[in-house]
């Protein structure tokens, strides 16, 4: 059974920085697109960054320049690492995995889910 678990939210201050991980069993996703998923209260889940089997990225304007995307095919696993974060980043980030390793932005296009993770920037 293919699972994906995130780690690394919290609370932290407007300005901090912190680095979600997230892990993949149960299949190997050196094909997989793998990407990062956001979803803020009142607010449809909208796409944050991903990155594809070949390592190309893509961001949502909104973080560009603060967030970074990474992979370890090694270790099944994916990375966001978050800087100068704001309060509107507040909100609960998933992490999702896509067959065939394309990038997609619409979160229909994922196969598989985390359960995801609280991230709360305080002002």
């Known amino acids: 059974q293919v699972q994906l678990v995130e780690s690394g939210g919290g609370l932290v201050q407007a300005g901090g920085s912190l680095r979600l991980s997230c892990t993949a069993s149960?299949?190997?996703?050196?094909?997989?697109?793998l990407a990062w998923f956001r979803q803020a209260p009142g607010k449809e889940r909208e796409f944050v960054a991903g990155?594809?089997?070949?390592?190309?990225?893509s961001y949502t304007d909104s973080v560009k320049g603060r967030f970074t995307v990474s992979r370890d095919n090694t270790k099944n696993s994916v990375f966001l690492q978050m800087s100068s974060l704001k309060p509107e980043d507040t909100a609960v980030y998933y992490c999702?995995?896509?067959?065939?390793?394309?990038?997609?932005?619409?979160?229909?296009?994922?196969?598989?889910w985390g359960q995801g993770t609280q991230v709360t920037v305080s002002s």
């Open positions: 999702a995995a896509r067959g065939g390793g394309g990038l997609r932005q619409r979160d229909r296009d994922y196969n598989y």
């Open positions: 990155i594809s089997w070949s390592g190309d990225t």
């Open positions: 149960g299949g190997t996703f050196w094909n997989y697109a």
